[in-house]
């Protein structure tokens, strides 16, 4: 089974800096794909970024961008230029390439992210 | 845009009752899911299903059951409430595709308390 793995649990970064939420993950498929999720307090959880595994260029989306290391097993999250409504709870989620099924999601523990103005 | 609604945010029950928790979507996703999100546990997966009728265990499915009569809704249902089922519940929706673009949709959760 696949695990995945958020070592940090509460992060903190002054506001326009630049933080790095670390991930990894265990499994033992070549194809899969990697996601980061945020929920800000009390507002529902949304997709950040997402990654394929036979895909070697890291994804990025405005300032929030990833370091995929295939062969450690890391999926690290860069956000630059951190904003106060970037604070929110950061999870990192790992999902099969399976034809059949419901293409579930496993989830690491979460990070917390406080933005300090 | 997609919706993914759940039918309380809070909700208190007292021990033993049966409680039921209604998820909705509106973007004919054929997949729907219920996770419990604890902290330090993050989300954990209960039970999902991929078609009508249809549906399959997760990690942690022991004292919940599921019900989905209509592709839009998924229940999750605590048949005997527990203290130890206190926790935040989550519903997600998605396409069954296994494509690169699929990601799951969210509900804003229900806080469950069980007294």
């Known amino acids: 089974a696949q695990t995945v793995t958020q070592s940090q649990p509460e992060m903190s970064v002054q506001e326009a800096e630049t933080v790095t939420l670390s991930c990894t993950y265990d499994t033992s498929e070549s194809d899969y794909y990697l996601f980061w999720y945020k929920q800000p307090p009390s507002r529902q959880m949304i997709l950040v970024i997402r990654q394929e595994a036979y895909k070697q260029q890291n994804a990025t989306e405005n300032r929030f961008s990833v370091n995929f290391q295939k062969a450690a097993k890391s999926f690290s999250l860069k956000i630059s230029d951190s904003q106060l409504g970037d604070a929110a709870m950061y999870f990192c989620a790992y999902r099969s390439d399976i034809i059949q099924g419901a293409q579930k999601l496993v989830f690491g523990q979460g990070t917390r992210l406080t933005i300090n103005p | 845009d997609v919706k993914v609604t759940q039918s309380s945010r809070y909700l208190v029950k007292r021990t033993g009752e049966k409680v039921f928790l209604e998820c909705v979507q509106d973007?004919?996703?054929?997949?729907m899911f219920w996770y419990r999100q604890d902290p330090g546990l993050g989300l954990r997966l209960i039970y999902f299903s991929y078609d009508v009728k249809m549906k399959e265990k997760g990690d942690i499915p022991e004292g919940y059951s599921v019900s989905r009569e209509k592709k839009e809704r998924f229940s999750l249902i605590l048949e005997s409430a527990s203290t130890n089922q206190t926790s935040m519940y989550l519903c997600?929706?998605?396409?069954?595709?296994?494509?690169?673009?699929?990601?799951?949709?969210f509900g804003p959760g229900t806080r469950l308390t069980v007294l």
């Open positions: 997600a929706s998605s396409l069954r595709d296994r494509g690169y673009y699929n990601e799951q949709f």
């Open positions: 973007m004919d996703h054929e997949n």
